[in-house]
């Protein structure tokens, strides 16, 4: 399980163009069309109808856990919010301020344990968001507490888990019984009683996508079976999104889809 990180130190994202970096991660981008890009058009989807009924330009995010992350310049580019992340790990800071600046963006960067953050970063933003973050606590209820704290009155937070209680989760525990170990399976219901628990409104929950099968996590296997596996997953996926683009009856649900979301508000 996770433990507690106690050192603090802030950094800032500059607006410089980044030079190439394979190693990093792509900023999640709905434009695209094709196969490929249909878990970016999905999420995407989902984020507008969640911020269907407030102006998001000019308002404030932060991402809990932003290592490299992906999802910083998106909210930026797509909704006008003013990004900022926090991190425990320097290394992984310094990744997500790369990934604004090779997409030609600032925003503020804050290397701060999650439960022991800067005082100017409590009850500051209008939005906060964690990705597959709070499964990995064995009481998740702290864990949504301690994200609430950084939201004003009234603020939103959005958090992202695998669906490790579906289908996922039984291939996870077969091929990779140590990642699974480390994690707490929530079902959708049980993710939404822990928002309760941590003095949360739930406004909204959800199962994403009918299937993603690259959510499993073979690092600790073999070069020969992460590499059919990944081929497979691959192929698997298409179908599956295919299939979820054209077909009426093919929609996410409790036991296939690979992630839950879950929208709350802050009393």
Same mark, same amino acid.
């Given at each position: 399980m996770r433990t507690h990180h106690s050192k603090v130190h802030a950094g800032k994202a500059s607006g410089e163009k980044a030079r190439p970096n394979s190693q990093l991660p792509e900023a999640v981008n709905p434009r695209p069309k094709g196969i490929n890009n249909f878990v970016d058009r999905a999420f995407h989807a989902e984020f507008k109808k969640i911020f269907s009924q407030i102006d998001t330009v000019g308002r404030s995010l932060l991402e809990i856990e932003c290592a490299g992350s992906p999802w910083l310049p998106y909210f930026n580019k797509e909704f006008g919010f003013h990004v900022t992340g926090i991190d425990a790990s320097e290394h992984g800071c310094r990744l997500a301020s790369e990934v604004l600046k090779a997409s030609g963006l600032s925003g503020m960067i804050v290397?701060?344990?999650? #439960?022991?953050?800067?005082?100017?970063? =409590?009850?500051?933003?209008?939005?906060? &968001?964690?990705? %597959?973050?709070? $499964?990995? #606590?064995?009481?998740?209820?702290?864990?949504?507490?301690?994200? !609430?704290?950084?939201?004003?009155?009234?603020?939103?937070?959005?958090?992202?888990?695998?669906?490790?209680?579906?289908? &996922?989760? $039984?291939? @996870?525990?077969?091929?990779? =019984?140590?990642?699974?170990?480390?994690?707490?399976?929530?079902?959708?219901?049980?993710?939404?009683?822990?928002?309760?628990?941590?003095?949360?409104?739930? @406004?909204? !929950?959800?199962?994403?996508? #009918?299937? %993603? #099968?690259?959510?499993?996590?073979? %690092? @600790?296997?073999?070069?020969?079976?992460?590499?059919?596996?990944?081929?497979?997953?691959?192929?698997?996926?298409?179908a599956c999104w295919m299939a979820e683009s054209a077909i009426p009856f093919v929609r996410p649900n409790a036991f296939s889809s690979p992630y839950i979301l879950c929208v709350a508000e802050k009393r």
């Open positions: 290397c701060a344990d999650l #439960f022991h953050p800067p005082t100017s970063l =409590r009850n500051r933003f209008d939005v906060v &968001v964690s990705f %597959d973050l709070v $499964q990995r #606590f064995e009481e998740p209820a702290e864990c949504l507490r301690s994200m !609430s704290e950084f939201l004003k009155p009234g603020g939103m937070l959005i958090t992202r888990i695998p669906n490790l209680t579906g289908l &996922v989760g $039984q291939v @996870t525990k077969v091929l990779n =019984r140590n990642a699974y170990a480390e994690n707490v399976p929530l079902s959708m219901g049980a993710l939404a009683y822990a928002h309760e628990e941590a003095g949360l409104t739930v @406004t909204d !929950s959800m199962h994403c996508l #009918f299937a %993603d #099968f690259n959510v499993i996590n073979l %690092d @600790t296997r073999s070069g020969f079976v992460r590499s059919r596996g990944t081929r497979l997953s691959s192929w698997a996926n298409k």
